[in-house]
């Protein structure tokens, strides 16, 4: 479980873990640099039950948060948990009981249900069910809900775990890398309550969350047929401007299913307009369909609307 800044909910969540009806389990929690109650938190709830392991990352990220739990882990089976959601007191037993009937399954997660910040229900949450269902969902977008994943430990170690260029979409190409040596698959069971709020990444990092999982499809796509053209584990911005560079150099168009992916990367601040002009020429190469001749507009519009959402936030901030 990596935590920051976790105070409101973290109680809940690990207290959701200590009431597991499957006893013999390690939790581990790994402060990624907590300025609030967290830690404290964490501490006076483990402090009569020895199955409780807080470790520090003194704000070194998401990634390595997570990479920390996994080398500190013993179990051959990791189980994936955030600090803001609940999970059902059967979860793990019923994940283990899983993974014990079907040895080339690799990673398992389930169904959820929706919570607001006041613990009100607000919905479901479906997945995918099977191994083919679910590789072709991992074509488009993320088919597991990362805080009900269980995975074998010693697979997602040999695969080099979570990688810091895929930040904010760091599961979404573990899962991939996993697809590509065993079998994965989704419970229909609603195993974890996860929380909506407004600080959760998914609503502050949206864009670059997107972008992330564009270049998550794109390594992907690339390592059939060769290596990766960036440094899958530097930053994640580094990683998209050298995959962009080396795509400019490729002498053929833009294609309607990569032209998605390739607008969500041009997204990214810090992209030059003399990148961006290199790449958008690929799109008029050949005969284009027409969502590629939009590529361009559709950019540049994104790009004024942010301008100008800067500026509104930025003359807030003066006042």
């Not at 564009?214 to 050298?242: H, M, T």
């Not at 003399?274 to 519009?301: C, N």
Request: proline share 4%; hydrophobic share 40%; with cysteine.
């Amino acid at each position: 479980m990596p935590m920051k800044n976790g105070e409101d909910y973290v109680a809940d969540a690990l207290q959701s873990m200590m009431n597991q009806d499957l006893a013999d389990i390690e939790i581990i929690v790994v402060d990624d640099g907590s300025s609030d109650g967290s830690v404290a938190i964490a501490r006076r709830i483990g402090e009569h039950d020895g199955r409780l392991k807080i470790v520090t990352n003194p704000g070194s990220g998401i990634v390595d948060a997570l990479n920390a739990g996994i080398s500190l882990a013993e179990a051959p089976l990791l189980a994936r948990m955030d600090c803001d959601d609940v999970s059902m007191p059967n979860r793990l037993r019923l994940q283990v009981e899983r993974f014990s009937t079907n040895q080339e399954l690799l990673l398992l997660g389930s169904a959820g249900t929706s919570i607001d910040s006041n613990d009100r229900e607000t919905g479901t949450i479906e997945v995918p069910l099977e191994g083919g269902q679910i590789r072709d969902a991992l074509l488009k977008h993320n088919p597991m809900l990362h805080p009900t994943t269980m995975f074998r430990a010693a697979p997602a170690r040999r695969v080099g775990g979570y990688r810091r260029a895929f930040t904010y979409a760091e599961d979404y190409d573990l899962w991939t890398r996993l697809s590509e040596i065993g079998q994965l698959a989704n419970m229909a069971e609603k195993l974890v309550r996860l929380r909506t709020h407004s600080a959760q990444t998914s609503k502050t990092k949206r864009n670059r969350q997107k972008a992330a999982a564009a270049l998550v499809r794109q390594a992907a796509a690339l390592r059939r047929l060769r290596s990766e053209p960036f440094d899958a584990d530097g930053p994640a911005e580094d990683a998209i401007k050298s995959f962009l560079l080396w795509r400019a150099g490729q002498g053929h168009g833009i294609d309607g299913d990569e032209c998605r992916d390739i607008e969500l990367l041009l997204r990214t601040p810090g992209i030059s307009a003399a990148l961006t002009r290199r790449v958008l020429s690929l799109g008029m190469t050949g005969a284009p369909p027409l969502k590629t001749f939009a590529l361009g507009s559709r950019l540049a519009w994104h790009r004024l609307a942010t301008k100008l959402s800067d500026r509104r936030v930025d003359r807030a901030g003066r006042k």
